[in-house]
């Protein structure tokens, strides 16, 4: 093997060159850190290659593992060049002999040849210490020549540009000793050259150095803080020198991987023991140790393919400083050959619809014996369930719920749980969990609408069905059963259970009582919907009954009083015209709407085609003029219908005369009266003849004098129809078109004296489509003149209405007299 050595520029190491022709190898010696594009050596001289060739034959570097490749070939020149950053310390750590592999490639003919690059240290890493500054704990009773051993410096180079030596800093009480351990590494020792003296100086600052051997030097200080104590003459002592441990790779955070021990025959503090790790290092990421309980435990993920062992310094520190070094070696295993396993622990079944998201309701543990990557378990539910797995203890995780539950929506669910181990292949396993969901009482009865209608006609049947409410409530069993009933209160003074009923189970709605719609028209009620759950819920609704009206009220006449045997009669002028208001027909009925729309009509009479009357209005009216041949007495027999259906009607008889006063009605007296009141007849006939003989002498003695004076007549009044006021219903409101007394006719009465059983009404008409004074008579003044002579009074026309009411018969008459006063 021919080999040639090159100075390397700036203090770096020689490139060796070794060339074995046999196996087609080559070898390369280079330093470190080389930069990007530095000159390896030359392959084409190396291995003989055709230069010109190198570009038609694809020359290119490979690696054996796919790993970076740290090399290139520069294929005009067939230079072995640099192409990625070499770090020693990050390819082989702290290993004697680093070597990086690379391959040649040559096509047509395939041709492989081995490269292999020895890289060589260069210092490029100062010495470092653990920590910052030391704390050292002396008791003054340390006699001379006692040693202190200090804590060790860490340089990631090897060979000579590692930890080569110590220094420590001019004092008057220490002097430094260095030793060297098993493996070549050095360490300090302090070593007391004075006794010290706690009086004199309880605190003394020392400066130590660690320097390498490499060129240029490189250095790291610590700054050591010494207090003197009182006497501590016993070292912590391990229970071993070396401690070895297993550990399966991938095993979870914080898993115990051995418990150090190490005792101290002094006592308090000289005797409380302190662990811990005596240099900087990977190890320290890697694992954790308890000061106090010294047990190790797994800090970070622990990688079987990045380093199979691990060798650790453990050192023991008593309070006051003294201490003793353990060795810790802890090896990795691994393999795959067994799936996650999955142990549903507790289970809370069935679990309350009413519980709050992130309730625990199970608890599951999930274990994997595998190590490594194996041995990493991923552990998950379905996503469509409301509920989520929360990692707890070691392994174990919480089924919790994440959002309400509602067994009206969801009774039942399959919880479908799956671990999955980080394997190559991964190997995985489920178990499905059953949850049902228990009712609560948590949904009142809601009806089916807001509010509810009842239609149901007068006159109804007791028990009669007016609606039916229906409410739904989605619980279960008791939780869910609706029972209706009514909410108690009065209407008319009376309990609303006297109007209806409901039915509890079925919500139907009954008619208690027969409704009457002139007395009550609508009404409403509250039906409430409660459940059997504990405590009962329950809602409120209204239901409003409307009764509707039927013809069940025939119309009421109110004039003429159709009452006993009585009859009115009305005084009709001669010289009425055709047209005239003779008389009105009053009638009202009960009941309301069509049913209360009344219609007249003459359904007999004396003379059929001399009186008319108005069908909406009740007016009688002549329908021509009245002639001397017409009948003085006229009897009108008038029916009052209403629109219902069936129609419902009532009748009355109208006695007319035709006549200009009293006297001239010797007919009156053959008014048929019963056989009972012949005596009470005869008695008011005599009574009218007194008065009307007073009256007309009276009348006469005024004419006389106003005819002396020789003054007109003036006509004052009409022999307009007078309708008495008694025979108006108290309250009684009128209604449009249906032949009630309009307000357009007002009268005035005036009371007269008399006795107990007779009324006497002097009644004025202000009714302006009444027949005017001069139809009615048809005299001017000048005839009246004639007759009685000029005088100074003017003739006024007046209505003299007299109603006997005997106690047993209550017959009404009524004349009328034409006064001239």
């Given at each position: ?102 391959e040649l490639v040559l096509e047509n003919p395939l041709e492989l040849h081995r490269i292999s690059i020895r890289v060589q240290d260069i210092n490029d890493n100062s010495p470092q210490f653990k920590e910052e500054s030391l704390k050292l704990e002396i008791q003054e009773s340390a006699v001379k020549g006692a040693r202190f051993l200090l804590d060790e410096a860490h340089d990631g180079d090897i060979g000579e540009n590692a930890v080569q030596g110590y220094s420590l800093q001019q004092n008057d009480y220490f002097k430094l000793n260095v030793n ?276 149901v006609s007068e006159n109804n049947k007791h028990g009669s069905t007016l609606c039916s409410v229906s409410a739904r409530d989605p619980d279960w069993r008791q939780n869910g059963t609706v029972i209706y009933s009514l909410l108690a209160g009065e209407m008319n003074g009376a309990p609303v259970s006297s109007y209806v009923s409901v039915n509890g189970d079925t919500g139907v709605i009954h008619a208690v009582r027969s409704f009457d719609y002139e007395q009550l028209r609508s009404f409403k009620v509250h039906v409430m919907a409660r459940d059997n ?186 022999g307009a129809v007078a309708i008495p006021g008694a025979y108006l219903p108290p309250n009684y409101a009128d209604v449009d078109g249906t032949g009630t007394l309009r307000s357009a006719y007002n009268y005035d009465a005036y009371l007269t004296t008399g006795s107990r059983t007779s009324d006497f009404k002097f009644v004025t008409s202000y009714n302006d489509n009444t027949l005017p004074a001069e139809q009615t008579l048809r005299k001017s003044p000048s005839d009246f003149a004639e007759v009685f002579g000029e005088s100074d009074g003017s003739p ?26």
């Amino acid at each position: 093997m021919g080999c040639s050595r090159f100075a390397v520029l700036c203090g770096l190491a020689f490139i060796f060159l070794v060339v074995h022709p046999v196996c087609g190898d080559v070898s390369y010696s280079i330093p470190e850190e080389m930069k990007r594009g530095s000159v390896i050596g030359n392959l084409a001289k190396d291995l003989g290659l055709d230069l010109g060739r190198l570009s038609a034959r694809k020359a290119r570097i490979d690696t054996e593992d796919n790993s970076v490749k740290y090399c290139g070939v520069n294929l005009n020149t067939g230079d072995l060049i640099v192409q990625e950053r070499i770090d020693r310390e990050g390819l082989c750590a702290k290993k004697a002999s680093c070597v990086v592999k690379q391959e040649l490639v040559l096509e047509n003919p395939l041709e492989l040849h081995r490269i292999s690059i020895r890289v060589q240290d260069i210092n490029d890493n100062s010495p470092q210490f653990k920590e910052e500054s030391l704390k050292l704990e002396i008791q003054e009773s340390a006699v001379k020549g006692a040693r202190f051993l200090l804590d060790e410096a860490h340089d990631g180079d090897i060979g000579e540009n590692a930890v080569q030596g110590y220094s420590l800093q001019q004092n008057d009480y220490f002097k430094l000793n260095v030793n060297t351990k098993a493996g070549g590494r050095k360490y300090g020792e302090l070593v007391l050259d004075k006794e010290l003296d706690r009086e004199d100086n309880k605190e003394i600052t020392l400066l130590l150095t660690a320097f390498d051997g490499g060129s240029p030097q490189r250095s790291g200080t610590v700054v050591i803080h010494v207090t003197v104590l009182d006497a501590n003459d016993n070292v912590p002592v391990f229970s071993q020198a070396v401690y070895k441990a297993s550990l399966p790779e991938n095993s979870p955070l914080d898993t115990l991987v051995i418990t150090v021990s190490a005792t101290d025959a002094d006592e308090g503090v000289n005797g409380e023991v302190i662990y811990g790790f005596d240099h900087v290092s990977d190890e320290n990421e890697l694992f954790s140790l308890n000061p106090k309980t010294g047990e190790v435990k797994v800090a970070a993920a622990v990688d079987y393919e990045r380093e199979s062992s691990y060798e650790m310094q453990i050192s023991a520190k008593d309070g006051l400083g003294l201490a003793s070094y353990a060795t810790l070696i802890i090896e990795i295993t691994d393999i795959n050959d067994n799936a996650p396993v999955i142990q549903l622990k507790s289970l809370t079944n069935p679990i309350p619809e009413n519980v709050s998201p992130g309730t625990e309701v199970g608890i599951i543990n999930v274990q994997d014996r595998d190590s490594e990557t194996n041995g990493q378990v991923r552990c998950s539910i379905q996503q469509n369930v409301p509920f989520k797995l929360v990692p707890s203890i070691k392994n174990y995780y919480s089924l919790v719920s994440t959002g309400q539950l509602d067994r009206e929506v969801v009774s039942d669910y399959n919880i479908t749980i799956s671990a999955t181990d980080e394997g190559s292949p991964p190997l995985s396993s489920s178990k499905t969990v059953q949850l049902s969901v228990a009712d609560i009482n948590d949904n009142p009865p809601v009806f089916e609408e807001q509010s509810y209608s009842a239609y149901v006609s007068e006159n109804n049947k007791h028990g009669s069905t007016l609606c039916s409410v229906s409410a739904r409530d989605p619980d279960w069993r008791q939780n869910g059963t609706v029972i209706y009933s009514l909410l108690a209160g009065e209407m008319n003074g009376a309990p609303v259970s006297s109007y209806v009923s409901v039915n509890g189970d079925t919500g139907v709605i009954h008619a208690v009582r027969s409704f009457d719609y002139e007395q009550l028209r609508s009404f409403k009620v509250h039906v409430m919907a409660r459940d059997n759950g504990s405590p009962p819920l329950s809602s409120n609704v209204t239901v409003s009954v409307f009764i509707s009206d039927v013809n069940d009220n025939c119309p009421q006449i109110l004039y003429p009083a159709p009452e006993g045997n009585s009859f009115m009669t009305e005084l009709v002028p001669k010289a009425a015209h055709g047209g005239s208001v003779v008389s009105k027909v009053i009638a009202v009925d009960a009941d309301s709407g069509q049913n209360a729309w009344l219609s007249y009509h003459i359904v007999k009479s004396t003379d059929p085609g001399l009186f008319t009357i108005g069908v909406h209005s009740g007016e009688i009216r002549t329908q021509r003029d009245i002639s001397e041949s017409d009948s003085m007495k006229q009897n009108l027999i008038v029916a009052v219908k209403d629109n219902g259906q069936p129609s419902l009607s009532a009748t009355c008889s109208m006695y007319l005369l035709i006549s200009d006063n009293l006297a001239e009605v010797p007919e009156l007296k053959d008014i048929s009266y019963e056989e009972k009141n012949s005596k009470l007849t005869s008695y008011l006939i005599i009574a009218l003849v007194c008065v009307s003989t007073f009256f007309l002498t009276f009348i006469i003695i005024i004419l006389g004098v106003r005819f002396c004076r020789r003054r007109k007549p003036r006509l004052l009044f009409d022999g307009a129809v007078a309708i008495p006021g008694a025979y108006l219903p108290p309250n009684y409101a009128d209604v449009d078109g249906t032949g009630t007394l309009r307000s357009a006719y007002n009268y005035d009465a005036y009371l007269t004296t008399g006795s107990r059983t007779s009324d006497f009404k002097f009644v004025t008409s202000y009714n302006d489509n009444t027949l005017p004074a001069e139809q009615t008579l048809r005299k001017s003044p000048s005839d009246f003149a004639e007759v009685f002579g000029e005088s100074d009074g003017s003739p006024e026309v007046g209505t003299l209405c007299f109603k006997i009411q005997p106690n047993s018969l209550k017959s009404k008459y009524c004349s009328l007299f034409y006064l001239f006063i």
